[in-house]
């Protein structure tokens, strides 16, 4: 019989409905799965804290669902709700600091006041990052501002001050610029949209210099990188051949072994785990479930099951986020 080891995970949602954000995540389930899914974005302390115990997670740190705040093109209405839930998901840990911890969502619509919130959320409410959901609407719904834009460059310094991670966490594109996916819905989400979209983010921001200027940062990637790992050796090998007006220090593979962490979220496949070990090393793959859009039992019974040494095992389980963390 398999024995289960200490677990923290790091990429699990919550919701809430003051301000009324859930219903963001009704469009990810059918409508018959979806008033379960719900009410498990709403529980903090109950079912989903059996299920922890259950499954030896020791500790989740809880994050707002997606696209969260990212969508609130309204830039004062996105800095309140960022303030109101960040309230609440402190207070949530607060009432059980010894199992949940959190990342807090920011108004990127707004860099000063993004800036601000993080430093209120990371000094104040003792949140341990921060997760952001992509790409933002800023001021209408169809205009959208990656994190590479020189507006955050007062951000990324103070995320390094800090000393704390970024999860870039993924989201659609907008429909309306995405012709590519025309006529197959099935592409969007998490079967392939939210991993091309995240992909295409991170390497903008590699390719910015943002990693040359601020070398201590550190950003998290879902999904065991988001498919990074896997493809790292061939970006960077084209882009040596043509760059491009490429004007950075360090080829891609270089930054994605320096400056990112990912998590096994939604991607329990071992064959892939392997291959990103390889890629990057043990020291920068952490756990995590993605709850309640994957099974938590699943996500820990799979890894549990894992025929790694005990060093490494450890290191994933718990030890690289108890270090990146700060737990």
């Known amino acids: 019989m398999t024995t289960p080891i200490r677990k ?15 219903e963001q995540s009704e469009t990810h389930f059918t409508p018959q799965e979806w008033p379960r899914h719900r ?52 207070a949530r840990v607060a009432e059980r600091p010894d199992r949940f911890a959190a990342f807090a969502a920011l108004p990127m619509q707004d860099p000063d006041a993004a800036t601000a ?36 460059a007062g951000f990324w310094a103070t995320l390094e001050e800090l000393g704390v991670p970024l999860y870039l966490h993924p989201r659609d594109p907008l429909e309306s610029t995405s012709p ?46 988001e498919v990074l790992p896997w493809v790292i050796w061939r970006v960077e090998h084209r882009l040596a051949v043509a760059p491009r007006g490429l004007d950075v220090r360090h080829g891609f593979g270089h930054y994605l072994r320096t400056n990112f962490h990912v998590t096994t979220s939604g991607n329990f496949r071992t064959p892939a785990l392997l291959n990103t070990l390889q890629e990057i090393g043990a020291d920068r793959v952490l756990f995590s479930a993605d709850h309640p859009f994957e099974d938590m039992r699943e996500a820990a019974t799979w890894f549990d099951r894992r025929e790694l040494n005990d060093a490494d095992l450890a290191r994933i389980a718990h030890g690289n986020a108890e270090r990146l963390l700060g737990l």
């Open 39 to 90: 009410a498990m974005l709403l529980d903090i302390h109950d079912e989903r804290l059996a299920l922890m115990d259950e499954c030896a997670i020791e500790k989740s740190v809880l994050s707002l669902l997606s696209p969260g705040i990212q969508s609130l093109h309204d830039a004062p209405r996105a800095v309140d709700w960022a303030r109101r839930l960040n309230d609440y998901a402190a």
């Open 117 to 152: 919130e993080l430093r209120r959320a990371v000094q104040d409410l003792g949140l341990v990052g921060a997760l952001v959901n992509g790409f933002s609407q800023v001021g209408d719904a169809e205009t959208v501002v990656y994190l590479d834009d020189p507006r955050y």
């Open 8 to 22: 923290i995970a790091l990429e699990e949602h919550f919701g809430a409905t003051e301000p009324d954000i859930v």
């Open 180 to 225: 590519q996916y025309d006529g197959h819905p099935w592409l969007y989400g998490s079967a392939w949209a939210f991993t091309v979209e995240t992909a295409t983010h991170a390497l903008r921001l590699m390719g910015s210099g943002l990693f040359d200027r601020h070398p201590g940062l550190q950003v998290i990637l879902g999904h065991l990188g």
